[in-house]
């Protein structure tokens, strides 16, 4: 394909996503305010606890939130672009497979920030989460962990076909990832097998660049040590979109 | 164009969809003003539109579309393609539909507002420009993927049933605009079930599974099978090929 991107094309992609999601008014409050109304329970629940289990589990959550969310937006929406035609549409239109995907990463990507804008606000200025570098940080890796979830996403809606089945791939996805990422056990003490399992999962990652930004006494070298796990992170992310660009095809039996 | 150059040439067509052998070597050529695409249910009339619009996977055999390979990046801005079920956004109004695709399409900021006002009018939905296509009623919502296909004046439009579930106003309404825009110079593709509004074509095809079985005007397929109207012939062509 001689020009995989056009920047108008994928604009508007990202516009149009937009302004479906926006006329959808209980999605967005969802969004918004799902991951905020955990944090607090999740405070709630380790209030008398003594010492500072929040601290521990709290920024885990903060990237597994973005991650799992956006995973299912992401593969019911596209799973409903698939089915209803309009998929099909755009492909026999000048619209790069590029453009479609990057379309959609840049405007979940838009509400992942919006999202975890407020999540890292509620969790740090009124729920005492100890951060001690500066909060951009963390929402930097809400975003990055946020596009992973849409990439994933966009993978798997090309595997299902119905939005029953899209669903059912969040259990199936998400939540091994979630046992071994390190917020259960730590990713040390888990068996040799799921180590290694633990090492090749991109959630892993997110969570260590949580971890990192949030649990170092040494600040400066903090934010370089999240910055290679979030590397990783946009690794697994780009490789799931071009994975994604392999199953928009233009010709189908 | 003169009718000597077709504006597509069919050669040996082979699709198979599963075990299914759908088009076995078909040979066709369409030419401009109105072609009608006439045959019964799952006789291939849907699949050959979709292999001249380059979305369908082919077995064998060459489709040219306007001198180039059907699917070729240069023909994507210059054939319009209407499925069966609208492929529009029901949870954005029919406005916004439109501006999306005339952007996809690369019409320019200054361009999108006028090609949008101009097919709102074309298909008569100008009224209904800020609903939510969602609301619409099922010949409305199929209008407003037909004004998606009007937004670049196409060289080629490919039309799957447009005017299933259209009351019989809107249907005569539909085809003058199909002839308004053949005298413009656009080669349209009309597929149907419906065989009174065969009658409206210049030129008919008549499909029977996976095979063209007349290719004419109206008027001389009547002739040749001595009937009155096309559903009379086509019964008697399919009786004789049987």
Redesign the interface.
């Known amino acids: 394909m001689?020009r995989f991107v056009s920047l108008?094309?994928t604009l508007?992609?990202a516009?149009?996503v937009l302004?479906?999601l926006r006329?959808?008014r209980r999605t967005v409050a969802m969004l918004l305010v799902l991951p905020t109304a955990l944090m607090s329970l999740l405070w709630w629940v380790f209030s008398d606890v003594p010492g500072d289990s929040f601290d521990g589990v709290g920024p885990a959550l903060l990237a597994i939130f973005p991650f799992t969310v956006m995973f299912l937006v992401t593969s019911v929406t596209t799973l409903r672009e698939r089915s209803?035609?309009?998929l099909?549409?755009?492909?026999?239109?000048?619209?790069g497979r590029g453009?479609f995907l990057l379309g959609y990463a840049l405007a979940f990507a838009l509400t992942a920030l919006a999202q975890s804008v407020l999540a890292v606000g509620v969790s740090t200025w009124l729920l005492g989460l100890e951060v001690p570098g500066p909060l951009w940080q963390l929402t930097l890796v809400a975003v990055v962990v946020a596009v992973l979830g849409t990439a994933l996403g966009l993978l798997v809606s090309a595997f299902a076909s119905t939005e029953f089945q899209a669903v059912q791939f969040m259990p199936a996805v998400v939540i091994p990832q979630l046992l071994v990422c390190g917020l259960f056990v730590p990713r040390e003490a888990l068996p040799g097998v799921l180590g290694a399992i633990s090492d090749v999962l991109p959630l892993s990652y997110a969570v260590d660049a949580m971890t990192a930004l949030t649990t170092a006494d040494a600040v400066d070298g903090a934010f370089g040590e999240a910055l290679a796990d979030l590397a990783v992170v946009a690794g697994f992310a780009v490789g799931a979109l071009a994975l994604g660009a392999a199953t928009l095809r233009?010709?189908?039996? | 164009m003169s009718a000597e150059t077709p504006v597509v040439t069919v050669s040996g067509l082979v699709v198979r969809r599963g075990r299914r052998t759908v088009l076995d070597g078909l040979d066709l050529t369409i030419g401009p003003g109105v072609t009608g695409l006439l045959g019964p249910s799952g006789c291939g009339k849907s699949t050959l539109m979709r292999a001249l619009v380059g979305v369908q996977r082919t077995q064998g055999g060459a489709v040219d579309v306007l001198g180039l390979p059907a699917g070729s990046r240069a023909l994507r801005e210059r054939i319009g393609y209407v499925t069966q079920a609208a492929s529009v956004y029901d949870d954005l109004t029919v406005t916004e539909n439109l501006r999306f695709f005339a952007r996809v399409l690369g019409l320019g900021r200054a361009e999108v507002g006028a090609a949008v006002a101009r097919v709102l009018d074309e298909v008569d939905l100008a009224e209904h420009r800020d609903a939510l296509v969602g609301r619409l009623s099922g010949g409305q919502r199929s209008r407003v993927s037909l004004a998606v296909a009007l937004l670049r004046r196409p060289d080629l439009l490919v039309l799957d049933e447009p005017t299933v579930g259209l009351d019989p106003v809107l249907r005569v309404d539909l085809w003058g605009l199909f002839h308004r825009l053949a005298d413009g110079g656009t080669a349209v593709l009309v597929s149907s079930h419906v065989m009174d509004e065969a009658e409206r074509c210049d030129r008919l095809l008549l499909m029977r599974e996976g095979a063209v079985i007349a290719d004419e005007t109206p008027a001389a397929i009547k002739d040749a099978a001595g009937a009155a109207t096309v559903e009379e012939a086509f019964l008697s062509l399919v009786g004789g090929a049987r």
């Open positions: 001689s108008p094309v508007a992609v516009l149009r302004a479906q006329r959808d209803s035609g309009t099909e549409r755009l492909l026999a239109m000048p619209m453009d233009r010709r189908t039996p």
